[in-house]
RNA sequence: GCAGGCGAACAGGCGAUCGCUGGCGCGGGGUCCUCGGACCCCGCGCGGGAGGAAAGUCCGAGCUCCGCAGGGCAUGGUGCCGGGUAACGCCCGGUGAGGGUGACCUCGAGGACAGUGCAACAGAAAGCAAACCGCCGGUCGGCGCGGCCCUCGGGUCUCGCCUCCCCGGUAAGGGUGAAAAGGUGGAGUAAGAGCCCACCGCGACCACGGCAACGCGGUCGGCAUGGCAAACCCCACCCGGAGCAAGGCCACAUAGGGAGGCGUUCGCGCCCGCUUCGGCGAGCGCGUGAAGGGUUGCCCGCCCGAGCCUCCGGGUAGGCUGCUCGAGGCGCGCGGCGACGCGCGCCCUAGAGGAAUGACCGCCGCCGGAGCGAGGGCGACCGCGCUCCGGCACAGAACUCGGCUUACGGUCUCCUGCGACC
RNA sequence: CGGGGCGUAGCGCAGCCUGGUUAGCGCAUCAGACUGGGGGUCUGAGGGUCGGUGGUUCGAAUCCACUCGCCCCGA
């Protein structure tokens, strides 16, 4: 498996969410959800042995085309620069509110930063609860 | 210098770092395998990666499917003329009308003697003629001057003035209106009127110029063709429908699920089985007929046709392809007033798919503000240099082109008007 | 990609097709009356760039074109 890798600051095809069932799951039932000035995160536990993956939304309420490529390109840039913090098995998927379009990517990093404390321990809860379930009946 | 008009190109630049993506090359791993290879994943390297509007989706096409793509009607669209184009509702050049001192700009600009309709309020009257006030003439009546007669009361005649009603003439004037059947001037008359005349306008005809729209000139007609077709409509021309979630290939999955309705004709030939030798049944072919379906609004015609239609329920919404070389760009030459066409040469220029083309830092550029410094001017102030701060538009490809429309930043060529100076 | 609808007073709507007289209705607002006061009822009043810009017409909320914003449906 290549996600033996080292963590590094990149964001592969892999280490995004990329279907639309997955982004459901994520919006109707997330595990946790997390608020921040300009964007909710939702986290949803997947396979422990997979990177964790982001998904962003920015709907129509954010602004014109322009605005939503904006929004999309800091939180990726946010998330690539900080995926250490969630760790694996875990999707996140980000929802951008209309105040995302002004905001700089040091106005972001700041927001991700203040929620950092209890991302990792929304995260390590999820990664033991997942351990415990595969610990169990993974002999089938 | 200020104000404005037409057009053109551009869309901040350079560097460093961290990323995304499709292409090519190398290396590693996996799946399939006809052992040649194909496909997928990962890493490294190289070079590519938004627009003039990518936008709105208002038109026109290419492309793909609809079994074939025929005729008519309806609907819809277009609407001065000629040209350009693959095509257009676009563009170019003209014509006419309108706007501007001008450079220039704007225009849905066919038809109102084919028909139907509309015009509130006001006004006499709103479409075919008519006449409210007014003006003029007349009858009757009244008054007056004069003449004649006379029974001195008056009668009668001519003329003048006044006048309700009535009869007739008139459409110049008044008044209403967006609009009242040509306008101005003269002549004329009882008053008036294209009744007549001149000019203008309108119409018809003729001649000339122009492919044409139309222009120009002449002659004639006294002038009974009002407005609205972005009201219905008429005329001419155009138009089959759907859209890349089109369409093709592969993989996976459910299982021929339930309910209701309409149908399954007839003849001939061949052949098989049974036969009490009369026939009966099944199959194939041809013809015919039929529920229903296709022809994407309707009809005709054509085609399919033993199954079809409606509702309920269930499943899949993954990969590859279509996908970027095209009515393609750029340059030069030739033809054309121009849109554009022709020829030659050069170039390959984004192809994503929860959706890339970015983030951040530094330097430079442009604009605005503040401060400091030296300078010019009596002065308000002016330009120069440095430092700091802020800003640098509108906006993001989703099959691809040609247009239109809308949004938006500064720059420049040429041109127009006004002002000042030489 | 394709199709449809809405925008009129603070709020919810009519009027538009078939152009015309003062753009109408309900709630809300304000004033007055009834009541000792509140509520409620009655009477009266105010309040409109008819989303915007052009055009057609004598005249436009209404017809036409462009445009802005919002909503819905189908694949």
Redesign the pocket.
Known sequence: M?AARPA???????E??????D??RAQTSPDARLRAQSFLLLLVATDPAAPARL???ASKKVG???ER??A???LR?AF?RNKALFGAGVDVVVIAYPELAAQ???GVLAELEALAGRIRQKTAELARRAARRHAGPAAS
């Open positions: 290549t590094t600051a990149r964001l592969p095809r892999a995004r969410v990329r279907k639309r069932p982004f459901v998904g962003v939304v014109g085309a322009v490529n904006r999309k390109r800091l840039e690539r700089s990517l040091g």
